[in-house]
């Protein structure tokens, strides 16, 4: 049961550029929806997340958009950097009854000079 | 701070022998978690711990995987017998535990178990 779907499997972008990494979900009773960084040999951590009842959430370089009627979210990264090279996840997370996240597929992104 | 402590972190071994990886969770956090991560996965969850509880366990293959968490600080998984397709990274998370934190939690290094 494939409750998160992610997109694209890999990206590339040019240094400086714009990094957008979507997620789509099947199930209306989620209450967060983080995105996770993984780098080669590491666990994943935790980047950003937001909640169902705001649309956008902005921390530095790294953007959430979140459309709940199409049950769609968002990673962008602004003026990417060879250092964002990494995987990244979504996830969606209920607290109600048995509390879970569930893991995207992930994104590996390169950004190249 | 220090963070989720696992070891060992590199494991290889013929199918069918046992296997055991060892978690410390990052200091006052109550819950603790146990993932599998296949090649160009997303984690899956095996096990959950709230303290010494486990409080979901469905995912967990109880033919063979067996997990325990005493005092409620570290945490061991075992395999017993192991399986070709058993080759994954394994993940152990804590979190501070209570309603709304679940999304917060935080990684260790993981386990590369190949089993050959």
């Known amino acids: ?3 998160v779907k992610q997109s694209p499997q890999s990206l590339i972008v040019q240094k400086g ?3 957008i990494i979507n997620c789509a979900y099947e199930n209306t009773a989620f209450d967060y929806f983080p995105w996770y960084q993984q780098f080669p040999g590491k666990g994943p951590a935790l980047l950003i997340a937001i909640r169902p009842d705001v649309s956008e959430k902005k921390e530095g370089r790294f953007t ?9 979210f968002s990673l962008h990264i602004m003026d990417s950097q060879p250092g964002d090279s990494a995987t990244y996840f979504c996830a969606v997370v209920s607290n109600f009854g048995n509390e879970k996240l569930t893991f995207g597929t992930g994104t590996r992104l390169t950004i190249i000079p | 701070e220090a ?3 696992q ?3 590199y494991k ?5 022998q046992p296997v055991a990886f060892w978690c410390n969770p990052i200091s006052g956090h109550n819950t603790l978690y146990w993932y599998r991560q296949n090649l160009g996965q997303g984690p899956e969850l095996l096990i959950r711990y709230e303290n010494e509880e486990a409080v979901d366990d469905s995912q967990l293959p109880k033919d063979r995987f067996s997990a325990e968490r005493l005092k409620g600080v570290d945490s061991t998984l075992k395999i017993q017998p192991a399986e070709l397709g058993d080759s994954a990274v394994y993940l152990c ?9 679940t999304y917060e939690q935080f990684f260790g290094p993981g386990t590369r178990l190949t089993v050959l």
């Open chain 2, 3 to 5: 963070g989720v402590v």
């Open chain 2, 12 to 16: 290889i071994i013929e199918k069918k």
């Open chain 1, 64 to 72: 959430i958009s979140f459309n709940k009627s199409a049950k769609q």
């Open chain 1, 1 to 3: 049961q494939q409750q």
């Open chain 2, 93 to 101: 998370a804590s979190s501070p535990g209570g309603q709304g934190a």
């Open chain 1, 17 to 19: 550029g714009i990094s």
């Open chain 2, 7 to 9: 070891s060992p972190r």
